[in-house]
């Protein structure tokens, strides 16, 4: 699989089953995908692979910080896939390299290790929220004070294969910006940087929230819920640019 068809493809994937990588495989992918960017070459990270009874001991410590009534439900989390990676950030101190930048070098190599493991035909999920406070579980994973758990990598077989289709690309031409004169981003054509998109209407339906904005130049542009759906010239030809909506 080549890397724009992995980028293009690669989904999370929520139901997750056997088989899934061994702790060989996985060291082989983590050592691929530790050529990320990484300023410094810190490897300012670790893994903590948990399967069987490390998935439910895991469980257990994340059940504790919650309400009774929840305790089972919150347990169960950590059975929702065969293998479990903790992500822990353990940034070097003192460092010329700031601890923003070996942060982004942390999430460059888990996302280039979710890439991997989708080329080689497993499927992952990444999961954070409150959890990744947990006192017990940071104590469970023995983590140091300096060292921050971002997150788990759930990662196994996907269940029902095609089940989920991956998002089209996003529309991402407001957020490119050319040096040089500014340019409406749909009919090209010279505009001052100060004019942008004027919201001229919104009102909701059952689609959404669906709002229409326009350019000095004429240009329209049609949103559902903030997400640009369509945008056109009404001096060219043709029927409006669609976009791909995203989740």
Known sequence: MDVTTAIATRRSVHRLIEPAPDDREVTELVRLAA???DHGLLRPWRWVLLRGTGR?????????????ERRAQVSAKTSRAPLLATLVF?????????????????????????????ARGYASV???????ESGPARRMLGLQDTERLLGW??????????????????DVSGRILSFGPARCPVCRRPAPPDHGWTLRSRHRTSEGLIGYSTRPCGCVSIAVDDRVIASFSPAKQG??????RTR
């Open 35 to 37: 050529a990320a960017p």
């Open 126 to 132: 990444w999961r954070t929220g409150p959890h990744t």
């Open 153 to 170: 990598l759930y990662i196994g077989t996907e269940e029902r294969p095609g089940a989920a289709r991956p998002p089209g690309p996003p």
């Open 90 to 118: 353990a940034p070097a101190p003192d460092h010329r390299v700031p601890e923003w930048e070996q942060l982004i070098a942390a999430g460059l190599m888990a996302y280039s290790l979710m890439l991997l493991l989708h």
């Open 239 to 244: 029927p409006p640019r669609a976009h791909h």
């Open 56 to 68: 439910e001991e895991l469980g257990a410590c994340l059940a504790a910080d919650a309400p009774p």
